[in-house]
């Protein structure tokens, strides 16, 4: 996927460590997004980032946490991993600037497969 | 709030047919709409896109449009192929842009 690279693709880990998924794009887009996809629920925006530093929460936010210090890169923080946690997590970029720019597209990276035992 | 209702799955359909994935949506103010594919195993990619009302998306033969009266965004293809079985999802964005609603993803498989 073209400019953004997510890290890592696969992930098996144990309930109550802390996870850390990296989204890295070379586009310089302003905006950036966290989902995660399940069975029968589509993509849910976990948090999402509008700049460096300036986060908000999504539907899904709770025992998620995000920092994004560079406009490259976000970072998605499972603090205590749970097995509710388990799922295919998706970074996506997007340019911003409203609807007056054009309809903003979101760009989607490979995704990251997170398996809590 | 937003929000994207579309067809339940799976849908099989044989090579040739032809395909109807039904997607409504809930929306203040004019949001864009989009189809969104995912093949196994990658990401989502953008299929096509309509920024206002009466717009036609299309790309690769699928096209949908952007009906306000209805709030559907229904995708079709009149020819189906075994190349086109995915995942299919169906999106909105917020009024200001930068918010996106997506719909639960309709499962396609085309057999020969």
């Known amino acids: 996927d073209a400019g953004i690279t997510q890290s890592p693709r696969h992930k098996v880990t144990e309930t109550g460590t802390p996870v850390t998924l990296r989204c890295h794009q070379t586009?310089?887009?302003?905006?950036m997004y966290w989902y995660r996809q399940d069975p029968g629920h589509g993509l849910r925006l976990i948090h999402y980032?509008?700049?460096?530093?300036?986060?908000d929460k999504g539907e899904v936010s709770d025992g998620y946490s995000v920092s994004r210090s560079k406009t490259e890169d976000f970072l998605l923080t499972l603090e205590s991993a749970t097995s509710s946690q388990t799922s295919v997590y998706f970074c996506?970029?997007?340019?911003?600037?409203?609807?007056?720019?054009?309809?903003?597209?979101?760009?989607f990276g490979a995704g990251s497969r997170l398996t809590v035992l | 709030g937003d929000s994207v209702t579309q067809m339940e799955g799976p849908v099989t359909l044989s090579e040739e047919a032809f395909l109807t994935i039904n997607c409504t949506y809930t929306?203040?103010?004019?949001?864009?709409l989009f189809w969104y594919v995912q093949y196994p195993g990658e990401g989502l990619q953008l299929l096509l896109k309509?920024?206002?009302?009466?717009d036609k998306g299309s790309n690769k033969g699928f096209e949908a449009t952007y009906r306000k009266e209805t709030t559907s965004f229904h995708l079709e293809k009149g020819s189906v192929q075994v190349s086109d079985s995915a995942v299919y999802f169906c999106?909105?964005?917020?009024?200001?842009?930068?918010?996106?609603?997506f719909g639960t993803g309709t499962s396609l498989t085309v057999i020969p």
């Open positions: 999106a909105l964005s917020s009024n200001t842009g930068n918010q996106f609603y």
């Open positions: 586009e310089n887009h302003r905006y």
């Open positions: 309509a920024t206002k009302a009466d």
């Open positions: 980032s509008y700049g460096v530093k300036d986060t």
């Open positions: 996506a970029i997007s340019l911003g600037g409203g609807l007056s720019s054009g309809a903003n597209v979101l760009t």
């Open positions: 929306a203040t103010g004019y949001p864009s």
